[in-house]
């Protein structure tokens, strides 16, 4: 049997806590739109440049819609989200796990936040992002890498 820290004991509860009550008014999973006629993309890769590592990151449209990132209490399975981890921090593109075979690779416009930890894609990109979903189904399963550029 593994033996558990305090330090972990109190990862995980903060890392529960944030899944559950980190979505504010008008902030949840974006709903997707259509699929197109694309092969299903496994994973998504975001390349932000001047972001910080976090346990809960979220990726956001221009205006400030979560397009991943906040969940209701529910809609994610918190035991997996604490034993995988809601996005990866490859070094690069190539060394990405989570974005599998046929990744989704988008350049972020920015980073938000006071810690610089949120994520800022395009319109454009973030509608990309939501009908790439609808087929590969990355998002539900935390296939998110966010590769940081210093």
């Given at each position: 049997?593994?033996?558990?820290?305090?330090?972990?004991?109190?990862?995980?509860?903060?890392?529960?806590?944030?899944?559950?009550f980190a979505a504010?008014?008008?902030?949840?999973?974006?709903?997707?739109?259509?699929?197109?006629?694309?092969?299903?993309y496994t994973g998504?890769?975001?390349?932000?440049?001047?972001?910080?590592?976090?346990?809960?990151?979220?990726?956001?449209?221009?205006?400030?819609?979560?397009?991943?990132?906040?969940?209701?209490?529910?809609?994610?399975?918190?035991?997996?989200?604490?034993?995988?981890?809601?996005?990866?921090?490859?070094?690069?593109?190539?060394?990405?796990?989570?974005?599998?075979?046929?990744?989704?690779?988008?350049?972020?416009?920015?980073?938000?936040?006071?810690?610089?930890?949120?994520?800022?894609?395009?319109?454009?990109d973030a509608a990309?992002?939501?009908?790439?979903?609808?087929?590969?189904?990355?998002?539900?399963?935390?296939?998110?890498?966010?590769?940081?550029?210093?």
């Amino acid at each position: 049997m593994a033996m558990r820290t305090i330090e972990g004991e109190v990862l995980a509860a903060l890392l529960v806590l944030l899944l559950l009550f980190a979505a504010g008014p008008g902030h949840v999973l974006a709903q997707p739109s259509p699929a197109s006629d694309e092969a299903a993309y496994t994973g998504l890769i975001v390349v932000a440049r001047g972001a910080q590592r976090s346990i809960s990151p979220k990726l956001l449209t221009p205006a400030g819609v979560v397009i991943y990132g906040s969940w209701k209490p529910g809609e994610v399975n918190v035991d997996y989200a604490i034993k995988v981890g809601v996005v990866g921090y490859p070094a690069s593109v190539a060394q990405s796990r989570r974005g599998g075979a046929n990744p989704l690779v988008v350049e972020a416009l920015g980073v938000t936040g006071p810690a610089r930890t949120h994520v800022v894609v395009s319109e454009p990109d973030a509608a990309r992002i939501r009908a790439a979903n609808v087929k590969g189904r990355f998002l539900e399963r935390f296939l998110v890498d966010i590769v940081i550029q210093h």
